[in-house]
């Protein structure tokens, strides 16, 4: 006879069925919610990789055109001074004015670019990012109150008007203002440098603090960890050359000015016996279409050129064993003006215990082009004459984006915190700066003892990078490809 408490079966039963079907639901919405997450996170990198193709060709579009007005600049200037000698006179108004119109194009032009490169992203969905945009604005601030007093203006304006750096500051600034979604990867800061030679301005050994990589400090920094009692250890920095302010720190082109075409080579080839003077006199006659006498080479004026540093062989910035499917054809073979912008996309997760999730997408496009034969590259005279009329994407690798990628805030910690520092120690450095909290981080006695005691330890699992080297790179980090 059953007991008058037992509960019947039947309820049993369904107390466990409805036990199972809540396991059930609360399985089938974790799955929901991390499938909801996972498309989420798909679209956030297709959205990504469209706005950051579509910026990095935007601004590469932009440095093609500019290349090419400077170009026919050079080409008016040339016409120009042809009709002055033709008159007897030694100089031309019209190629002054060419001359400083292709100095503002320098500037202007990549800027159109960085401008254009922020509208492809947001057409394609991305958000503005806060700190892309504060690094813009600061930077902006910097050039209004440091460059006029340290840089020569690349460009002169009449009296009474604003000068060329403040043209530039209101520039970024409006820029700026209107929100930033592409950080351009590849800028030049006039302020940034790095040496290996003094630590202070090693971005790798920044990094090395910040990720405690012990292994760093074995290889390039022994003594130091070994020795260093506090700032007073540091030797003084040396004296920084500041370099000649023709091209834009942000997507720049890579140019010079030479005052003369004798300092350019010849644009004869091997089988022409023509002089130096005689042959870029053919050359520019057929450019403007009119003769140009063989004294043009000796006129002094500002002729806008290639960099030799940045227009090289392509070949020569291409990693070793780099996956091409072809070879790169001669005519395309130079780096030169190129444009990396990152994007990032940050999106909330909704599944239980996950955090937000940022979605980093980096691209670089560069112009193309040839000289009038199709087989030439454009930089092989020197010159500037217009020969882009296609744009295209490429790895990352063979742009001129530095590893591990751009360093906000590395020209200002450079130039503004770091002699205050020497000065008078770690009470002198900046807040809200990162490299400030790695040097304060560097200071602390126990965190200075804790690589070595790792070290003591551990050292034999230290591996020298394949290649050799150790030193981390000039940024620190690995290069990147897509």
Request: proline share 9%.
């Amino acid at each position: 006879m059953p007991s008058p408490n037992a509960i019947p079966r039947s309820r049993s039963k369904r107390g466990q069925v409805l036990i199972l079907l809540a396991v059930v639901l609360v399985i089938l919405t974790v799955v929901g919610l991390w499938n909801f997450d996972l498309h989420k996170i798909l679209r956030i990198k297709h959205l990504a990789r469209n706005g950051g193709d579509a910026a990095a060709l935007a601004a590469a579009r932009w440095q093609a055109i500019t290349l090419n007005l400077i170009g026919e600049l050079n080409i008016v200037q040339a016409a120009a001074l042809a009709d002055a000698l033709n008159h007897g006179l030694s100089n031309s108004p019209v190629a002054a004015a060419a001359s400083d119109l292709q100095g503002r194009l320098c500037f202007a032009g990549p800027l159109a670019g960085l401008a254009a490169a922020q509208l492809a992203a947001k057409n394609n969905g991305i958000h503005v990012q806060p700190d892309f945009t504060r690094s813009l604005l600061q930077h902006a601030t910097l050039v209004r109150r440091e460059y006029p007093i340290r840089y020569t203006p690349p460009y002169q304006n009449p009296p009474g008007t604003p000068g060329a750096w403040e043209e530039y500051a209101d520039m970024l600034e409006i820029i700026g203002r209107l929100g930033i979604a592409a950080d351009p990867e590849n800028r030049r800061l006039y302020a940034d440098v790095s040496s290996s030679d003094h630590y202070l301005l090693n971005p790798a050994f920044y990094d090395a603090i910040a990720s405690r990589d012990w292994c760093w400090f074995y290889f390039n920094a022994m003594s130091l960890l070994q020795t260093y009692r506090s700032w007073h250890d540091w030797p003084p920095l040396p004296f920084f050359h500041d370099p000649e302010p023709i091209n834009s720190e942000y997507f720049g082109l890579g140019l010079r000015t030479v005052p003369r075409l004798l300092a350019l080579p010849t644009p004869a080839s091997p089988d022409n016996p023509a002089t130096h003077a005689q042959a870029w006199a053919a050359e520019l006659s057929a450019l403007t279409h009119q003769t140009v006498p063989p004294e043009i080479v000796w006129v002094e004026t500002r002729w806008f050129c290639y960099r030799d540093a940045d227009w090289f062989p392509w070949t020569d910035r291409i990693p070793e064993r780099f996956p091409f499917i072809e070879p790169v054809r001669n005519a395309f073979n130079y780096a030169g003006a190129d444009a990396a912008v990152r994007i990032e996309a940050t999106l909330r997760r909704v599944s239980p215990g996950a955090s937000g999730t940022t979605v980093g997408w980096t691209a670089a496009a560069k112009p193309f082009g040839s000289l009038h034969d199709q087989q030439t590259p454009p930089h092989r005279f020197g010159l500037v004459i217009p020969a882009f009329h296609d744009v295209r994407l490429i790895p990352v690798d063979t742009s001129s984006a530095p590893a591990g990628g751009s360093r906000p805030g590395w020209g200002i910690h450079i130039r503004l915190h770091l002699q205050p520092y020497l000065q008078a120690g770690p009470s002198a450095l900046a807040p809200g700066c990162w490299y400030c909290d790695q040097l304060h981080r560097w200071e602390n006695a126990s965190f200075r003892q804790e690589g070595l005691d790792w070290l003591r330890q551990f050292h034999h699992l230290c591996r020298l990078p394949e290649g050799g080297g150790g030193s981390g790179g000039s940024s620190g980090g690995t290069r990147r490809g897509h």
